[in-house]
């Protein structure tokens, strides 16, 4: 199946820990993009890449490093994970360009107890 | 004054009914309009896609834009217990691989 897949699902883990989301997409996307949707549901973007470079790096602490290894990967690595780091992380990808819809994966929901 | 606002609802219709939902956009600029819907506990799905001003028409749904009025909407005709969920509008303001989302509107179609 052609799609946006991320991994895990489900992610719990204690403040402090450091923790790694994996995306992948089959859609021969060149862009990949990583979104925040907080408990009130905003959608909020903080990195996306192009091409393994990184093109947009939103207001976002430096304990969340994205890496792209090429075009159809783009993993999301948080350091001392702390309570407010707690949301809905979805992957994304798109083609270059302003008329290019985004395709979400299925989102990774993280719980920092 | 937020880039991208939504009437964050419920919004609630009988079944067989038209919905109507509104978005307004900060930046003059944007050129490219989407709408996405996410069901609870979901991922967002793309709707529908629109670019110029006017009406574009895809089954039950209908975009609309007046880039004037910065404004841009979705109409759901026989809305169905199947189209209750939150629906997202996105706004591209320029920079080509940049969506700016809206809050979202959780729709409610009642039996």
């Known amino acids: 199946d052609t799609a946006v897949s991320q991994t895990p699902k489900y992610l719990v883990t204690q403040m402090g820990n450091d923790k790694s989301i994996k995306c992948e997409q089959n859609?021969?996307?060149?862009?990949m993009y990583w979104y925040k949707q907080d408990s009130k549901k905003f959608l909020k973007i903080m990195f996306s890449?192009?091409?393994?470079?990184?093109?947009i790096n939103e207001t976002v602490p430096n304990r969340f490093s994205p890496k792209s290894p090429d075009k159809a990967h783009l993993n999301l690595h948080i350091n001392s994970l702390e309570l407010g780091d707690s949301a809905v992380y979805f992957c994304?990808?798109?083609?270059?360009?302003?008329?290019?819809?985004?395709?979400f994966g299925n989102g990774t929901r993280l719980t920092v107890t | 004054q937020k880039e991208v606002e939504q009437n964050s609802g419920p919004l609630s219709v009988p079944e067989g009914a038209i919905a109507s939902l509104n978005c307004t956009y900060s930046d003059r600029g944007s050129q490219s309009f989407f709408w996405y819907r996410q069901y609870s506990g979901k991922s967002p799905e793309l709707i529908m896609s629109i670019y110029s001003n006017g009406d574009k028409e895809d089954g039950r749904f209908t975009a609309q834009l007046n880039k004037a009025s910065q404004y841009v909407s979705l109409l759901i005709r026989d809305s169905q217990p199947s189209d209750s969920a939150t629906y997202l509008c996105?706004?591209?303001?320029?920079?080509?691989?940049?969506?700016?989302f809206g809050t979202g509107t959780r729709l409610q179609v009642t039996l």
């Open positions: 996105a706004v591209n303001a320029g920079t080509a691989s940049k969506l700016t």
């Open positions: 994304a990808s798109s083609f270059t360009g302003k008329n290019s819809p985004l395709h």
């Open positions: 859609l021969g996307h060149d862009t």
């Open positions: 890449y192009n091409n393994k470079e990184l093109i």
